[in-house]
């Protein structure tokens, strides 16, 4: 399977009152991830909206299976879950330096949409090219 790895320091703005990052903040890691994910393929978020195609998010999960906190060294790792011509999900895994099990795994899912009606975009027929190369991406493993 073809992932990236994002690598992020805990700040303390994105800790609680207990010393624990917020539940609230992985899923900002994910877009950190998903971005470098995205630049994988060859093309930026960027690229994408200029050629008119946008993501709005439609689903997201998030399973804590650990703590991290302040100064935590962490490598987020992406891989798409899935892809359709309509939809595309990206799943996370959460890991603390030296730690080998995740303390955190999530998905993403995120629909193609025209960037000036926000109509469904289909990828497939758009953009057979860009749509390609990220299902062979999910498929490789």
Known sequence: MVYSESKITVRYA??????????????????????????LIGITYSQMERMGVMTPLVELTSRYKGVTRYEDELTVRVHIGQITPARIQFCYEVYKEGEEKPCNTGSTTHAWVDSKTFKPLNMKRHYPDLYEKMYRMAQEG
């Open 14 to 39: 994105e800790t609680d009152q207990m010393g624990i990052t917020h539940h609230s903040v992985y899923p900002v890691w994910y877009e950190v991830a998903r971005t470098d994910f995205i630049k």
